[in-house]
C-alpha cells in the first residue's frame, strides 16, 4: 500500500498570507495525485489533479507542484472561505489519501 | 451536472451488514470509462477509500476491507449499492460516493455523505 504523508499537520497562516502544503508518496505515483478541500460538515471538494491541474472552478491562487513522491499545494494569498482541510490522494493500484493538513487563521 | 446523494440506515447494530444507496444523476454508469466509489471518513479523521465499480462492472475493493464488501450497480436506476457486513462501532463514520472516470485518478463530483453510527 502506498502511505500517503502530509505535514505540517497544522498550518496557522493570517490572511492574505501564502500556504504551503507538502505530501510524501511512500513510493512514486508519478504524476497521480489530486488535492481537496474539506470544510467543516461538507464533502471534500476535488482542487488539484495530476498534480498541477486545477478543477474546473478553482481560483487561480490555488497551485499544485509536483511527481513522483514529493507533492505541493499552495494557497498564494488565503482568503477568509480557504480556512479547512486539505487532503492529498494518489492512484496508483488504489486509491490513499493523506490524514491532512488543517489550515487555521492566525 | 452531476449529483449524487448516499441513503440507508443512520444506525447500525454489532454485526450487522450496512446497506448504503448511492443514487447520481448526469451520468450514466452504461458510459465507457464511468465509474463511482465509496469513501468513508470516521469523526475527525482522514478519508478511506472503499470500493469502485466501473462501467463494465469492474470492481475494486480496498485490501484491508475487502472480505466485507460488496459494490454492485442498477444501470437502469442510476444507483450503486454498496454492502459492508460484520459492522462495528470503528466502522462509525460519514460515508461518501463520488464519480470517476477510469483514466483519472481523483474522484472529482463527491454526495453530500451519510453518517452511519455503529451501536447497540
Known amino acids: 500500500e502506498i502511505v500517503m504523508t502530509q505535514s505540517p499537520a497544522t498550518l496557522s497562516v493570517s490572511p492574505g498570507e501564502r500556504a504551503t502544503l507538502s505530501c510524501r508518496a511512500s513510493?512514486?505515483?508519478?504524476?497521480?495525485l489530486a488535492w481537496y478541500q474539506q470544510k467543516p460538515g461538507q464533502a471534500p471538494r476535488l482542487l488539484i489533479y495530476?498534480?498541477?491541474t486545477r478543477a474546473t472552478g478553482i481560483p487561480a491562487r490555488f497551485s499544485g507542484s509536483g511527481s513522483g513522491t514529493e507533492f505541493t499545494l499552495t494557497i498564494s494569498s488565503l482568503q477568509s472561505e480557504d480556512f479547512a482541510v486539505y487532503y492529498c490522494?494518489?492512484?496508483?493500484?488504489?486509491?490513499?489519501f493523506g490524514q491532512g493538513t488543517k489550515v487555521e487563521i492566525k | 451536472q452531476i449529483t449524487l446523494k448516499e441513503s440507508g440506515p443512520t444506525l447500525v447494530k454489532p454485526t450487522q451488514t450496512l446497506t448504503l444507496t448511492c443514487t447520481f444523476s448526469?451520468?450514466?454508469?452504461?458510459?465507457?470509462?464511468?465509474?463511482v466509489g465509496w469513501i468513508r471518513q470516521p469523526p475527525g479523521k482522514a478519508l478511506e477509500w472503499l470500493a469502485l465499480?466501473?462501467?463494465?462492472?469492474?470492481?475494486r475493493y480496498s485490501p484491508s476491507l475487502k472480505s466485507r464488501l460488496t459494490i454492485t450497480k442498477d444501470t437502469s436506476k442510476n444507483q450503486v449499492v454498496l454492502t459492508m457486513t460484520n459492522m462495528d462501532p470503528v466502522d462509525t463514520a460519514t460515508y461518501y460516493c463520488?464519480?470517476?472516470?477510469?483514466?483519472?485518478?481523483?474522484?472529482?463530483?463527491w454526495g453530500q455523505g451519510t453518517l452511519v453510527t455503529v451501536s447497540s
Open positions: 463520488a464519480h470517476k472516470v477510469v483514466v483519472a485518478a481523483h474522484f472529482d463530483y
Open positions: 448526469g451520468f450514466s454508469l452504461s458510459t465507457s470509462g464511468v465509474g
Open positions: 465499480i466501473y462501467w463494465n462492472d469492474d470492481k
Open positions: 513510493q512514486s505515483v508519478s504524476s497521480n
Open positions: 495530476g498534480a498541477s
Open positions: 490522494q494518489q492512484y496508483n493500484n488504489w486509491p490513499t
